[in-house]
């Protein structure tokens, strides 16, 4: 079946970029999603990307997507301590409205 | 005010007892969701629903179920609790067209 995966932790320093990768398995996905869970809250859509591209460039914010290794990555630029948070990625399937999600990767900031 | 809303936002309950978890929104979407949260195991689907009329079982839906009281309501029911359903839940909603998601603040459950 479909499968999501991504490392569980990610350490780096403030100040240094953040490269949280994730692949994935059905290739078939139309959309591929991150998402920011901080301590206590909810999640928030961060970005996405459609299937049928390559690079999305939003502020300090950048998602590759290689289709062919059906790996997803975003890389956070200058990384502040507000960015400690548990990211996620999901995939929709084109065959149903639901998303596969990973477990999440934890960002730890170093000062 | 939120567009997502769960109450409570935590609850300790004992072994063997009902409990109702409630989500509402005010997205206007069609689309609703139930889902858990466990420690390195990331989100996974308990129950979805399309529409009123439409309710379907995720990946996990034993010992759980739900009742989707208007387009804006929907509620889960753990009718006799065990500890293993000690997790943080979540209730998201999506409208009939794009997939993204919004959730609500989440509901700390423990079992006891």
């Known amino acids: 079946g479909e499968d999501v995966e991504q490392s569980l932790f990610l350490s780096v320093r403030e100040g240094d970029s953040s490269v949280i990768n994730c692949t994935y398995t059905d290739s078939s996905s139309t959309y591929l999603y991150w998402y920011k869970q901080e301590p206590g809250a909810g999640l928030q859509l961060l970005t996405y990307?459609?299937?049928n591209m390559d690079m999305k460039q939003d502020q300090r914010l950048t998602v590759l997507l290689n289709k062919k290794d059906k790996h997803l990555s975003l890389r956070i630029a200058d990384t502040q301590t507000g960015d400690s948070a548990i990211y996620f990625c999901a995939e929709s399937i084109s065959s149903n409205y639901q998303l596969i999600w990973g477990a999440g990767t934890k960002l730890i900031i170093k000062p | 005010d939120a567009d997502v809303t769960q109450t409570p936002r935590n609850r300790i309950t004992k072994t063997g007892k009902r409990i109702m978890l409630e989500c509402s929104q005010t997205?206007?979407?069609?689309?609703m969701y139930w889902y858990r949260q466990d420690p390195g195991l990331g989100l996974r689907l308990i129950y979805y629903?399309?529409?009123?009329?439409?309710?379907n079982k995720g990946e996990i839906s034993d010992g759980y179920s739900v009742s989707r009281q208007a387009q804006a309501k929907f509620s889960l029911s753990l009718e006799s609790a065990i500890p293993n359903q000690t997790a943080l839940y979540f209730c998201?909603?999506?409208?009939?067209?794009?997939?993204?998601?919004?959730f609500g603040p989440g509901t700390r459950l423990t079992v006891t």
């Open positions: 990307i459609f299937s």
């Open positions: 998201a909603t999506s409208d009939s067209i794009y997939y993204e998601q919004y």
């Open positions: 629903s399309f529409d009123v009329k439409d309710i």
């Open positions: 997205k206007g979407h069609d689309r």
